[in-house]
């Protein structure tokens, strides 16, 4: 009872900074307001948030509100529940070396990172009950893939998100590619999604999007696709997938209605693969 009546959330913003530096040695800015509570679940916001690359002082991340909750007991039990998480006007770069080497190593506790990040303990087993973000934008950048890109989050709605466990998701995205060809299409859709936080790996079953947008092969590009998708880092794979052609330009040619329906479909960026299966 104590603490609920004293609890002055400015005071946690300089303990939250003074933790970032010293385990994770990222310089954390919070600029806004912050609002906490304790009871019944431990709630906070938070305005005007950035946070700096590891040992550098470029900027990492930054958000313009973000709102979470999460429970007590899983929490003293290493468990982090979060029963809904809100996010808008995020940015984020998120880099890959050569060697495979992540700028969000440390903060997801990866193997291989050095003594700083390995002494905070074990990884906590994450949890959300629900996620809904807007305006929000992704950079990318994989030396390993030789993927260099943007995305950008309209709007993203999720259920109870676990890794390693499958949940539907509702969005509107964009996607902008400079490497390893310059295209930038929208996606507007649903589908069953299952992620693997520790690998980047992901999967959506019985995905169902509309596609438009423009490459350097097809122009005015309006499609549907249909099917299933997974990313493990290294190859795209798909199928059973289905594609309605709308309408599109290529190689000077206008095409109308169509469609493409392939058993399966493998894109390999890196080995530079290209594969179809019982294509239609």
């Known amino acids: 009872g104590y603490f609920v009546a004293t609890c002055d959330a400015t005071h946690y913003k300089s303990i939250a900074v003074g933790w970032m530096k010293t385990e994770r040695q990222r310089t954390l800015v919070i600029d806004g307001p912050v609002d906490l509570s304790v009871l019944p679940r431990l709630a906070v916001k938070v305005s005007k948030v950035s946070l700096s690359e590891r040992g550098r002082a470029e900027e990492f991340a930054s958000i313009d509100e973000a709102a979470l909750s999460l429970q007590w007991l899983p929490l003293l039990r290493n468990q982090l529940v979060v029963d809904s998480v809100s996010a808008r006007g995020l940015r984020a770069l998120i880099t890959r070396d050569a060697q495979g080497q992540r700028n969000i190593d440390d903060l997801l506790g990866a193997k291989g990172n050095d003594a ?9 087993r994450f949890e959300v009950g629900a996620m809904h973000v807007e305006d929000s934008r992704l950079a990318l950048r994989d030396e390993q893939t030789q993927i260099t890109g943007t995305v950008t989050m309209d709007s993203f709605t999720s259920g109870r998100l676990i890794s390693g466990q499958e949940t539907p998701v509702q969005f509107q995205t964009t996607v902008t590619l400079e490497r390893p060809q310059v295209l930038r299409l929208t996606f507007d859709g649903k589908t069953a999604l299952t992620f693997d936080a520790t690998t980047g790996s ?23 696709l249909a099917g299933n998708l997974a990313w493990d880092g290294q190859t795209l794979t798909a199928g059973p997938i289905d594609a309605s052609l709308s309408d599109a330009k290529a190689a000077g040619l206008t095409l109308g209605p169509s469609t493409l329906i392939a058993q399966r479909l493998v894109y390999s960026p890196s080995a530079q693969k290209l594969e179809l299966e019982a294509l239609k």
């Open 202 to 224: 992901a999967t959506l079953r019985d995905a169902t999007v509309k596609v438009g947008g423009d490459s350097e092969a097809v122009k005015s590009l309006h499609a549907t």
């Open 116 to 124: 700083a990040a390995k002494a905070s303990g074990p990884v906590m």
